[in-house]
C-alpha cells in the first residue's frame, strides 16, 4: 500500500507553484497526494489527514509568515490523535538570512523536518522514505519491547 500524504500552502499563503511541483514528484514517486491547495487552514490540514489515514503532511509557505500560520500547528495534530510525520517547507520568513536559524524556528514548532525553497522535490521525498521507513520499523519494535517489559 502506498504512503499517504496531506499536502498544501498554509495560511493566507496563494502561492500554487510549489505544491504543485511537489504533488506531481510525490505522485511519480508512488505517493497517494491528498493536495488541499492553497490559502489552507490548520483544521483542514488536521481533517484531511485523519480522514485519509496519511502518514505524513508537508506544508508549504512562500510569503514569509509561516511562523505566525503554523502557532499551535501541532498541538492540533497531536490533540486529533495523529501520529504523523510533519514537514514544512518554502520561504518561511520574511528576511530569511540564516536558515539554519529558521530551520530551528520551525523544529522548536514540532516540524520533523524543515526545507527551504531552494530543496530538490527528491530530496524531500528521499527525506520522506526514509522517515516513513523508520516510524513503520519502530512501530514494528515497540509490541517486542512491551512484551519484553511485561515479560
Not at 510525490?26 to 488541499?36: K, M, N, R, T
Not at 489515514?53 to 495523529?82: M, P, T, W
Not at 514548532?109 to 516513513?132: K, Y
Amino acid at each position: 500500500m502506498a504512503p499517504t500524504v496531506t499536502l498544501g500552502v498554509i495560511g493566507s499563503d496563494a502561492h500554487v507553484v510549489g505544491i504543485t511541483i511537489l504533488e506531481h514528484a510525490l505522485e511519480a514517486a508512488g505517493f497517494d497526494v491528498v493536495s488541499l491547495g492553497v490559502q489552507t487552514s490548520q483544521a483542514a490540514f488536521v481533517d484531511a489527514t485523519a480522514a485519509h489515514d496519511a502518514d505524513a503532511i508537508l506544508v508549504s509557505s512562500l510569503y514569509g509568515h509561516a511562523e505566525q500560520d503554523c502557532q499551535g500547528f501541532h498541538e492540533r495534530v497531536e490533540a486529533a490523535g495523529l501520529d504523523v510525520v510533519t514537514y514544512i517547507g518554502g520561504n518561511l520568513a520574511v528576511g530569511q538570512d540564516d536558515f539554519d536559524e529558521t530551520r530551528t524556528t520551525f523544529e522548536a514548532l514540532g516540524f520533523d523536518r524543515v526545507f527551504d525553497s531552494q530543496t530538490d522535490p527528491e530530496e524531500a521525498i528521499a527525506a520522506l522514505r526514509d522517515d516513513l521507513e523508520l516510524r513503520s520499523s519502530e512501530a514494528e519494535f515497540e509490541p517486542e519491547r512491551v512484551r519484553a517489559a511485561n515479560g
